[in-house]
Structure formats: C-alpha cells, structure tokens
C-alpha cells in the first residue's frame, strides 16, 4: 500500500511559479512509477507528467512541457512538481499518483494509488 499526499498548491498570478510536493508512505517508493494528473473544472482528468523510479525517463504532456518539471527524492519518499510561468488554463486540481510498471504512464485508469489532489487557481 502506498499513500500519497499532495501539497503546495495555491493561488498565483499569470506567469508565477507554484511548486507541489507528494508525500509517499511506504518502504517502496522508490520502486513505483510516479505522476501528476490534473482536472480542471467541468474537464476530464488529464496527465501532465511522469517519472520513472530511477528518474532517468520523463514524459510531460505538450501542454507543460518546457514550462514545468517533475523530479523526485527516494530518501524523501517524495516527488515535486515545479510549475513556471503558469497560465490560467492550468487551474486544476493537481493530483499524485502512483503505480508500478512504466507502460500507461499516462492513463489515469492504469494509476494504483492516488492523493486527494491539491488546488492550483492562476488568476490571469
């Protein structure tokens, strides 16, 4: 069992910066895969990125990519999400996830433990 808890979100302007962590319990972590997916109001969950246990394959969605970056710290059973110039669209509700094996990184039906999510609101 893996439980996953989310935090760093929050409300910031249009071209500002947020960072979210998720905290794992578990003697595992360091094994399972890791994303961030998003829902935005009225919208379908969608990814936004994915990182391997060792950290040496990541995957972004085109909608981040080149504006945020997932990384994560097996000591700290914790794995972070940096959000730079952030747009209004990005206003969701981020969630952590976890599961084991990298094919469906992607699909949040294939995920095996979820956070509660955490609120990301960019005021434009």
């Known amino acids: 069992q893996v439980q996953l808890v989310e935090s760093g979100g929050g409300l910031v302007q249009a071209g500002g910066s947020l960072r979210l962590s998720c905290a794992a319990s578990g003697r595992t972590f360091s094994r399972y895969v890791m994303g961030w997916f998003r829902q935005a109001p009225g919208k379908e969950r969608e990814f936004v990125a994915a990182i391997i246990w060792s950290g040496d394959t990541i995957r972004y969605a085109d909608s981040v990519k080149g504006r945020f970056t997932i990384s994560r710290d ?12 952030l ?23 294939r995920m095996d433990y979820w956070g509660k999510g955490t609120l990301v609101t960019v005021s434009s």
């Open 74 to 85: 097996n000591t700290e059973n914790t794995v972070y999400l940096q959000m730079n110039s």
């Open 87 to 109: 747009k209004p669209e990005d206003t969701a509700v981020y969630y952590c996830a976890a599961k084991t094996g990298w094919l469906g990184y992607s699909d949040d039906r």
